[in-house]
Structure formats: structure tokens, C-alpha cells
């Protein structure tokens, strides 16, 4: 078994005003530096479209309607001062949810060992019944829903390492013990959740970081909080949103993260999924707005994931 790439041309017809951070281009230096000879080993397919049922594992139909109504015909749209729609981003976020639930249904099934899902717009901001920064579906959370309704699984953990707080993976599973939530992300800073004190039915587990943490703190956090949290949980499945922006290139974080961070953040989570889970993770990518930055996480976090078994 190898590891699955998910991807597809539409997640760059999202489009957004000049000088927005999360535009295209975020894409197209992801499948850029995935294109090169070193990941011709990946399994590659492109996301399949999300359909109604799924979009409401974790969202309202209200807010699926809601997106379609607001869904503009031509121009731009603007849902919030951050959240940017274009004639192409509906169809995005149904295929980003989409992917996500092919790549839970190929791991599960055993067609691959784990994968990687490039694409845009992010989505763990996303709250039952609204969308804001940049994120109008939740595929992560919708992706671990998915595992449990279809697959049956009992326990599906999210460890989530975007800069930023997954405010709205969070607020979906505040009360729900069959799912971990465990986040490592910087605080003070969008969107304002994510304190240490915020436990959910005792699933929720975060470890905030200080602005200007850098390596060790962030190793210290997984050390402490969210690896023994994942022991403790014993999932049959882990969903991993994938922020590159805790890099200390990126403009819309303070933290001080390198490469190297991540491949160590993805190793110690693969040596608890081979153990515990027969490997089974699903990568989602989330943040990460330095084009430099984001490339070389990304491949370095894809290279890890293509070392498993």
C-alpha cells in the first residue's frame, strides 16, 4: 500500500481579491513541488464532489443553503472581511469535502496506507452554521463523521497544528466523546478560542503556544498534551489538519516552526498509528501562506507519510 494524493483543478478557480492570503497561487506551489520526481510514488486521484449527506454530517441545511444563496453568478462575494466567495468557490469547498471523505474511504478500505489531501479553501474554522476564515465546509470534521456513519468506527481523533485555533472542528465536537480534538496553535490570535481550560465532554485537548514559541515548545506541547491525550483515546482513525502557517516565514502567524517541525510532528503521529491503528491517517491541508514555506512543509510532511509500512 502507498499513500494516496487527493487533489483537483477547481480547488485553484477559488478565487480571491488581490492581496488576500489565501489565494491560488497557495495551490499551485503545493502540486508544483508534488509534481516532482521524488513523490512519483504517490497514488494519485483527483476529489470527487461532496454530496448533500455529507455536507450535513456536520453542518446545518440552513448554512447549506445559505452558501448557495450567497454562491455569486460572477464577481466576488464577501461573507465576512475575510471570507471571500467567487462563481467557482462553491464548488471547491463541495469538492474539498468530498476528497476528504474519498481519502477516509481509501484508507479504510485499505486501497491506501494513508494519505494527503491538497486543497483549498481550508476549512477547520468552519462552525455548524457559518463560515469565516477563509473556511466554508469543514472537511476535516465532516471526513471524521464520514469514517464513523459509513465505516463504523467508534473513536476518530483530529490533531490539528495550523497556527490558528479550529475554532469551528471544535465547536462540532464540544460535546461529543467518540471524537478527540487535540490542537496545538498560538494564542493570543484569530479566532480567539483554543484556551487550555476549553475541554468539550473531556475530548477536547488544547495546548496553546506564546507568540515567538518556537521547535521546542511546539515538541514540548505534542510531548505533554496531545500525544498522551491520543494514548489515553485509543482511535481507530486520525485526521491530521495539516496548517503550514506556525512556519517562521509565514505573514498571519507568530510562531517560530521550520520544516523540521513538522516531519518530527508527522513521524511521532505515524509511530502511534502504525502501533495503535494499522498506520490509518488522513491528512487534510489546512493554513500556510508563505509560498516558500508552504512547499517545503508540505513535501517534507508527504515525503514522511510515503514512509509508512
Request: proline share 3%.
Given at each position: 500500500m502507498t499513500t494516496l494524493l487527493i487533489h483537483h483543478p477547481v480547488f485553484a478557480q477559488h478565487l480571491v481579491p488581490f492581496g488576500h492570503p489565501e489565494r491560488r497561487e497557495r495551490i499551485k506551489a503545493v502540486e508544483a513541488v508534488l509534481g516532482e520526481s521524488r513523490f512519483d510514488g504517490l497514488l494519485r486521484e483527483e476529489a470527487r464532489?461532496?454530496?448533500?449527506?455529507?455536507?450535513?454530517?456536520?453542518?446545518?441545511?440552513?448554512?447549506?443553503?445559505?452558501?448557495?444563496?450567497?454562491?455569486?453568478?460572477?464577481?466576488?462575494?464577501?461573507?465576512?472581511?475575510?471570507?471571500v466567495m467567487s462563481p467557482k468557490t462553491l464548488e471547491a469547498a463541495l469538492v474539498a469535502v468530498g476528497g476528504a471523505c474519498q481519502a477516509v474511504d481509501a484508507v479504510l478500505t485499505g486501497a491506501a496506507r494513508n494519505a494527503f489531501c491538497a486543497m483549498r479553501p481550508p476549512g477547520h474554522h468552519a462552525e455548524p452554521e457559518r463560515a469565516m476564515g477563509f473556511c466554508f465546509f469543514n472537511q476535516a470534521a465532516i471526513a471524521a463523521r464520514h469514517a464513523q456513519t459509513v465505516h463504523g468506527l467508534s473513536r476518530v481523533a483530529i490533531v490539528d497544528w495550523d497556527v490558528h485555533h479550529g475554532n469551528g472542528t471544535q465547536a462540532i465536537f464540544w460535546d461529543d466523546p467518540s471524537v478527540l480534538y487535540a490542537s496545538t496553535h498560538q494564542m493570543p490570535l484569530y479566532p480567539?478560542?483554543?484556551?487550555?481550560?476549553?475541554?468539550?465532554?473531556?475530548?477536547?485537548?488544547?495546548a496553546p503556544l506564546p507568540p515567538g514559541a518556537d521547535g521546542a515548545a511546539f515538541r514540548d506541547a505534542f510531548e505533554t498534551r496531545i500525544l498522551p491525550a491520543l494514548d489515553r483515546f485509543a482511535p481507530e482513525l486520525l485526521i491530521i489538519s495539516a496548517g503550514f502557517?506556525?512556519?517562521?516565514?509565514?505573514?498571519?502567524?507568530?510562531?517560530?516552526?521550520?520544516?523540521?517541525?513538522?516531519?518530527?510532528a508527522t513521524d511521532v503521529l505515524m509511530e502511534r498509528a502504525e502501533r495503535d491503528f494499522a498506520g490509518?491517517?488522513?491528512?487534510?491541508?489546512?493554513?500556510?501562506?508563505?509560498?516558500?514555506?508552504?512547499?517545503?512543509s508540505t513535501a517534507i510532511h508527504v515525503a514522511r507519510l510515503m514512509q509508512a509500512g
Open positions: 464532489m461532496a454530496d448533500v449527506e455529507m455536507i450535513l454530517l456536520c453542518h446545518t441545511q440552513a448554512h447549506l443553503d445559505a452558501m448557495r444563496h450567497a454562491s455569486p453568478s460572477e464577481g466576488l462575494g464577501r461573507l465576512d472581511p475575510d471570507t480567539g478560542t483554543g484556551a487550555a481550560s476549553e475541554t468539550g465532554a473531556g475530548n477536547i485537548v488544547n502557517d506556525a512556519h517562521e516565514r509565514d505573514p498571519l502567524g507568530g510562531l517560530d516552526l521550520v520544516e523540521a517541525d513538522f516531519a518530527w490509518r491517517i488522513v491528512s487534510v491541508l489546512e493554513g500556510g501562506y508563505d509560498l516558500k514555506a508552504l512547499a517545503a
